[in-house]
């Protein structure tokens, strides 16, 4: 296990995450006592960690089981949503590159419809695949998107490095993540699935995010959210009955529509300064 300053402040004390109160699964949520960031420390190596990415990990899971039915819709109306997001800044068919592409299903959508897409994953060795960030052309892409990557990802640092480079002046990143203030934490406490231990290493809320995109220059320009995955977080938790569950969305829908900082999951849509 390996202990971390704060990735925005670089400050290394820290408190337990006190919605939880006790850690879990044998990890532990913290948040700085700076600047409040919440993060999971310590956490395993990256060697280590590499055996949570395997054939169980729902997103590369093959095997049929109704889990994966359930999520491979929610994919599908998820990227109808994300399609829309996104073609409100960007023009249609245009240069695209998606980080932390998993098995590819966004970008591959994206070439189906005509798009300039291209994609990049650590644990996909696709041939098609970018092979590495650092290596490509200042200002080549007109958007770049990071749909559930950013709070998995241990070389952060240069992955944004390479991000501010690579994205053009007038470019849009779009970044999707788990809020740390959804609202319905406060319903399902450590069974959110979110906080995903010990995959999930950061995780952001608005004001974190907008620290942490300082620091590389970028700007957040405005936020979306996914209402569907507030659907899917809480009917992924076990331990409650139909009636509790329903209760639930409703309530954390009706937070969301109140407030858009209480959703489930935050799309960022920034540029550089
Ligand atoms: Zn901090």
Known sequence: MINL??????????????PLKISFNNYTLVNCKSCSFVYLNPRLSELEIKKYYNQDYMPFLKKKSIFNIVYKI???INFIYKFFIITKYIPRKSKNLDIGSGDNFFS??????????????????????????????????DSITLWHSIEHM?????????????????????????????????????????????????????????????????????????????????LMVKNLNFFQKTKYIIKSLFYQFSNIKKSSTLVYVCQKY
């Open 5 to 18: 300053n704060c990735l925005i402040c670089k400050k290394n004390e820290t408190e337990i995450f006190k």
């Open 74 to 76: 929610f994919r599908k």
């Open 108 to 141: 591959n959508s994206l070439l189906k419809k005509g798009w300039k897409s291209y994609a990049y994953d650590k644990y996909n060795y696709d041939k098609d695949n970018v092979r590495k960030l650092s290596i490509l052309k200042r200002n080549s892409f």
């Open 154 to 234: 241990y070389d952060i640092e240069q992955t944004f490095t390479s991000i501010n480079k690579i994205l053009s002046s007038n470019g849009f990143l779009f970044i999707a993540c788990p809020n740390i203030d959804a609202k319905e934490i406060d319903y399902v406490g450590k069974n959110w699935p979110a906080f995903d231990l010990p995959r999930h290493i950061y995780h952001f809320n608005y004001n974190s995010m907008k620290k942490f995109l300082g620091n590389y220059n970028l700007k957040i320009i405005n936020i979306h959210n996914l209402k569907i995955d507030t659907f899917f977080n809480i």
